[in-house]
């Protein structure tokens, strides 16, 4: 079982009220349904203990008046609880419905806030169904059971109460020998408590298992299908399912055995009042309306005792969901804004009084155009990113980089090159904050980029991966992703800078055409062109491009590489390429392996070095060449 589920063998195997006190305390925010839902919870036990009492007042009444009794004041009171009841149901279907919904949405946007401020770190280890279940079924779970929960709580302990007061009024010794049945089902309810909560919770760990691989299967159903994988796949997920059936199964049993058992007491104490209240009323120490209130009470009494039984249950089961959400929220992101920072944040918002949004940018605006400072206090313009002495390492992995130096001026484009796996990639991710070093330190302008505002900081960022993702809708949105306040003409700025409104412009609708599901209407290079106006569009001081150009067309690289220029000027690059011709104007290529500079220096000067730059060049040099030479020969 991967690492990433084993938090989840660690939960207490009992009912944790502060778990549910936290997960209450968001209900409470919402009294105007709270408030009435208990009200209606309270009326409707009221109305429904008032139903033996009446019928013991009618019993009695027609016993001693017969034909003479007040029939129409009977009728009448009947009619009146009946329509009690009504009005409470009515009001905590309303009230319960919107408690639950509201619930569910707030712990949903909650827990869709936290996933958005967590850290790539917090990813790495969590697949995405894992993640989707919290967001889901399980925040779906949880508004269910507080809301429905609240209510048959608060009802079944009103009606508990009133029962047993009125059993005791009537006749306290009667009364003693109904509740003499409570201590065992106290003993019985807590042997159940702990293994319905733990096959409960085995239920739901299986659950997300099941659903992280049912993404993992749809999103790499190509490579399953190539490699003729679809077999051992469905042998992989059934034991999964398996696993949940048995788990499922395990707890269907235990509910199967709980229930029956509570309602044998039930009829047990019935019985028991029966038996000794029958008695009483043959030796006209009891009136048979009190015996019927009696019976009636001794059956009554376990209603709501079987559905506290049963809300525990779904309580039980729902801790595990319980755990997990809070679990989620609860989790304090390890890269975030100091205190310091945010006070200067909080300064700043106090401070601010002009719209820092909406000035006319006539086109694509220049790093230049900047205000003087960010709302952090510290200038905005990026003179200088320096790294030094930065170590590195991912949790519980291997050291990536190692003491490792570098200053990069505003208007340098960097390139990094070198083998896989040797550190090109943490490199930009440290610079875009996604992970922090693990020592040393990174100043933007000689400040400690911790001391900066994250927020502002990735606001700086323009970012095109090798993959790009393109979200669902028309290519005008996806373009506007990176600055949603740009005008359409903007957009088709940002589009031309890049080489992208040609094509963009020969499609059915232009830029109000659909991309698809991820970009899938388009091709590789013109999911690349629109990430690469996104990025334009969003003004970055920081351009990183991470393989960006590896697998697109000839033809395509040489459109990006006509916008490269627009794109780079002013601004703090960072490109990762496998194609070198990508890289030969770049202001300094780093040929980096094992986390370290191997050689350094522009394109000419790497080649007269002939080291290992060189080999990687000529290689692929000639390696262009056959390919081309191939071609040529086909054609002929």
């Known amino acids: 079982m991967s690492a990433q589920f084993h938090q989840e063998d660690d939960f207490k195997a009992k009912l944790d009220a502060g778990l549910w006190w936290k997960i209450f305390r968001r209900a409470l925010g919402m009294k105007r349904y709270l408030i009435p839902l208990a ?3 309270v009326t409707i036990a009221m109305c429904d203990a008032a139903y033996a009492l009446v019928t013991r007042w009618v019993i009695d009444g027609v016993m001693r008046d017969g034909a003479n009794a ?4 009977y009728i009448a009171v009947y009619l009146g609880i009946t329509l009690a009841i009504c009005t409470g149901i009515w009001v905590f279907i309303e ?8 619930l569910a ?3 949903r946007r909650d827990s869709f806030e936290r996933l958005q401020q967590l850290e790539f770190a917090f990813f790495d280890t969590r697949p995405v169904g894992w993640l989707i279940s919290r967001l889901t079924s399980d925040c779906d779970r949880l508004a269910r059971v507080i809301s429905w929960g609240f209510l048959d709580i608060v009802w079944g302990l009103s009606l508990v109460c009133m029962i047993a007061v009125s059993l005791l009024i009537m006749n306290w010794r009667l009364g003693l020998i109904v509740l003499a049945v409570v201590p065992p089902l106290a003993v019985i309810a807590k042997f159940f408590q702990k293994r319905m909560l733990m096959s409960a919770r085995d239920i739901r760990k299986y659950n997300s298992q099941i659903t992280a691989s049912y993404n993992e299967s749809i999103q790499g159903v190509r490579t399953t299908k190539t490699l003729v994988r679809e077999r051992e796949n469905l042998g992989e997920f059934q034991e999964l399912s398996t696993a949940m059936l048995a788990a499922s199964v395990l707890n269907a049993k235990q509910n199967a055995l709980f229930y029956p058992i509570v309602t044998t007491l039930s009829s047990v104490a019935a019985g028991l009042a029966l038996w000794r209240g029958g008695w009483l009323t043959l030796n006209d120490s009891m009136t ?4 019927v209130a009696f019976v009636n009470f001794a059956g009554m009494f376990f209603n709501p005792i079987n559905s506290l039984a049963q809300k525990l249950t779904e309580m039980q089961g729902a801790q595990a969901a319980g755990e997990r959400v809070m679990g989620l929220l609860a989790t304090d992101p390890q890269i975030k804004d100091s205190p310091a920072v945010l006070k200067r944040l909080e300064q700043y918002r106090k401070a601010e ?20 400072l960010a709302p952090d206090g510290y200038p905005a313009r990026i003179e200088t990113i320096e790294f030094r002495n930065v170590t590195f390492r991912y949790e519980n992995g291997p050291v990536v980089l190692q003491d490792f130096n570098l200053t990069v001026q505003a208007g340098q484009t960097i390139a990094l090159v070198g083998p896989s796996g040797g550190g090109k990639s943490t490199i930009v991710s440290l610079v875009c904050r996604f992970y922090e070093p693990t020592s040393g330190s990174i100043l933007i302008n000689g400040v400690d980029y911790r001391e900066r505002s994250l927020a502002w900081l990735q606001s700086q960022l323009g970012i095109v991966l090798q993959t790009p993702h393109l979200f669902k809708g028309s290519v005008r949105e996806n373009i506007r992703y990176g600055r949603l306040t740009a005008t359409d003409a903007e957009v088709e700025q940002a589009a031309k800078l890049v080489n992208a409104h040609e094509f963009i412009t020969q499609t059915e609708q232009g830029y109000d055409s659909s991309v698809g599901e991820g970009g899938n209407r388009l091709s590789t290079g013109q999911r690349q062109l629109v990430s690469f106006a996104r990025a334009l569009l969003a003004d970055p001081q920081i351009f990183v491009m991470d ?3 590896s697998s697109i067309d000839t033809e395509t690289e040489q459109l990006i590489q006509r916008g490269l220029e627009t794109i780079f000027a002013g601004r ?3 490109v990762i390429a496998h194609r070198l011709s990508t890289i030969r104007g770049a202001d300094r290529i780093l040929v980096i392996t094992k986390g370290r500079i191997e050689e350094s220096g522009t394109h000419e000067e790497l080649l007269r070095q002939r080291g290992h730059y060189y080999d990687l060049y000529m290689n692929q040099f000639r390696r262009e060449r056959e390919e081309a030479a191939l071609a040529d020969s086909s054609a002929a």
């Open 95 to 102: 009230m319960a419905g919107n408690l639950s919904n509201r």
């Open 288 to 291: 048979l309306g009190t015996l």
């Open 353 to 372: 009084t002009g719209d820092r949004n909406g000035s006319d940018l006539s086109g694509i605006r220049s790093p230049q155009s900047e205000i003087t």
């Open 70 to 73: 007040p029939f129409v004041h």
């Open 572 to 574: 703090i690059s960072f």
């Open 105 to 107: 949405h707030d712990i």
């Open 547 to 549: 393989e960006a150009t």
């Open 39 to 41: 009200i209606a919870a």
